[in-house]
């Protein structure tokens, strides 16, 4: 079984400024991958960005980034020169390479961003 | 196309009615999903299809029937639903790797009263 945690409910940054949300998860697996999911108000869920746990080198996607630390098991999500458009509920999730042809996400509880002018 | 459609976007139903849910994807995916997601909290997993099969029902009442009906199609039949069913049912797909993100669709608003 496997267990995400996002211990920060809620979180706010300003305008342009840079947040940290942070995301600490539990497997026994070996070859995973983890993802951080965007879901603004009302809207789809989509994507932020996905780390490969067999890959030593942290993720980047424009202004969102990651610090994967395998050891500790983190895996926290930077946001740069933060937009109003990036106020969401952030998920962080993982999924287990268990030799299935389908994925199945373990997803954390979530946090709120709020984004001020 | 990478995108997965939801219809309706909304569904208000009562108790004793039977509706569907649809979803669709063109992006030749072969595992999709159905989530149903309560207010700020994440999404639980109902049930996957990967190959247009049923694989995985995580005990969900049988007042929801899934079906497939081609790799592109997902229904979701509901019947005789309760009140706390209420919430954001949520499609995705993905392309039938071992381990690969996600695509969701915007979810239909299900109430039912």
């Known amino acids: 079984a496997q267990t995400v945690t996002q211990s920060q409910p809620e979180m706010s940054v300003q305008e342009a400024e840079t947040v940290t949300l942070s995301c600490t998860y539990d497997?026994?697996?070996?070859?995973?991958?983890l993802f951080w999911y965007k879901q603004p108000p009302s809207r789809q869920m989509i994507l932020v960005i996905r780390q490969e746990a067999y890959k030593q080198q942290n993720a980047t996607e424009n202004r969102f980034s990651v610090n994967f630390q395998k050891a500790a098991k983190s895996f926290s999500l930077k946001i740069s020169d933060s937009q109003l458009g990036d106020a969401a509920m952030y998920f962080c999730?993982?999924?287990?390479?268990?030799?299935?042809?389908?994925?199945?996400?373990?997803f954390g509880q979530g946090t709120i961003l709020t984004v001020h002018p | 196309d990478t995108e997965v459609t939801q219809t309706p976007k909304h569904l208000v139903m009562g108790m004793t009615n039977k509706k569907s849910l649809k979803c669709e994807q063109h992006?030749?995916?072969?595992?999709m999903y159905w989530y149903k997601q309560k207010a700020k909290k994440p999404p639980e997993l109902m049930f996957v299809?990967?190959?247009?099969?049923?694989?995985i029902n995580e005990s969900v009442p049988s007042r929801f029937s899934p079906e497939c009906p081609n790799s592109s199609l997902l229904n979701l039949h509901l019947h005789a639903l309760q009140p706390e069913d209420s919430a954001l049912y949520l499609c995705?797909?993905?392309?039938?790797?071992?381990?690969?993100?996600?695509?969701f669709g915007p979810g239909t608003r299900l109430t039912v009263t």
């Open positions: 999730a993982v999924d287990y390479a268990g030799g299935t042809s389908y994925g199945k996400l373990t």
């Open positions: 995705a797909s993905s392309p039938g790797e071992v381990i690969s993100e996600q695509y």
């Open positions: 299809y990967s190959y247009e099969k049923l694989s």
């Open positions: 497997t026994s697996e070996s070859d995973y991958y």
């Open positions: 992006m030749g995916h072969r595992a």
